[in-house]
């Protein structure tokens, strides 16, 4: 294989790149923003992401970047785009960052004078926009003819922050909407060469792929809801135990354990604007996506859920201050775009309530966020010893440790909402609430 190029060095373009490039395929990747170029060509990783400058460091001379267009052309025979695709008001994605690129690398395939070349979009679209803009645009610009001169896939990875390498090169399947076999067969053949397992591979064409995509995070997030709803409920229930019971739903083929825990909210930035287009692109054509719809309520019910028990638990003790472990969405990364502990501490603000955080990557973009407005702790025991209310909103493995000799203020009441501790390990200066456990219920 002559080479890949991958457009968009972010948070997953970056990755990609590096997986292309430790299996053996040279990569050059590109970026509008200087300085992901400079760091990728001196060894540097541009984004926070465990593993990924392991596999730069390995990847010696077979990753390189750049900012030409026309040197993507002529060193790959794929390109890869990677770019953002932001909501609309509407719902629908837009596509103007994919189409701006398309329109630079259109113009570079027209000069290039080679025989083929495959582009695979993998920043999420909203379905018809593979046929509708882009490929009308490719052809516009270039004077080429889609099938014979250039090829398109649809090829989206289901992947998360925190895990994107591992999931990368391990994938459940590889989804390749085709605008023919020849464009299927050659991206099949990089993933084949590329994974470390053996995924199914989901073949069809460009509009099944796009409806595919938005369609399976829609059903993810109605399964968290619907675990959220249960876990309310057990909350009620004397005796009831939220992990015994979604353990043996998740036993049952039909349903999996993946994603049916119990605890806060979805956030981040796919599960919420993925769920939003794909109510949008229903009423597009008339359908009314009910259960999208009350996924949606859910999820913002599950954070008022949380403020309501934390205000209980701040007017029963008469403390104005709240400690929060966990400002990320999930564990491993940075991203606070529509995290549980965002929205809260959003609302504690507004109830002139002071905040402490820590997290172990996500201090920085919470100060850019919140600024003087909250206080930030320098480690878990820093945090935990500021306050005699304490909420665990992600399950890190470093919160796992806490136990009695973290506590400081006599009583410390902890809303632990993966229920990552063991409560045993507290003395009675410790009142330990778990979202799905009754109060006292597990102590």
Known sequence: MKGLSVVGLGKLGACFAACFAYKGIPT???DINVDFVDAINSGKSPVVEPGLQDLIDSCESRLKATQDYEQVLTESEITFLVVPTPSSQSG???????????KHLSEALKKAGKEYHLFVITSTVSPGSSEDN????IESVSGKKLNRDFGVCYSPEFIALGSVISDFLNPDLILIGESDQRAGDRLEAVYKACCENAPYMARMSLISAEIMKISLNSYVTMKISFA??????????????????TKALGADKRISPHYLQGALGYGGPCFPRDNNAFL???AKYGVDAMLA???????EFQTNHLLHQVGE????SNNNVVSILGLAYKPNTPEIEESAAKKLIEELIKRDLEVIVYDPLAMDNTRNHFGEDILYASSVRNCLSNSSLCIITTPDKEFKSIDDSYIIQNPTIIIDCWRILEPSRFSERVRYFGIGIPSGGKS
Not at 293 to 299: F, G, Q
Not at 313 to 316: E, K, L, P, V, Y
Request: net charge negative.
């Open 28 to 30: 050059l990747g590109l």
């Open 92 to 102: 629908h994605f837009s596509d103007k960052y994919l189409q701006d690129s398309l």
């Open 134 to 137: 882009l490929i009308p645009l």
């Open 228 to 245: 959220n709803t249960l876990a309310n409920i057990c909350e009620a229930v004397p005796g009831a135990n939220i992990d015994d019971i």
């Open 280 to 282: 949008a692109f229903a």
């Open 293 to 299: 719809k009350s996924t949606d309520s859910v999820n």
């Open 313 to 316: 638990h701040i007017s029963n």
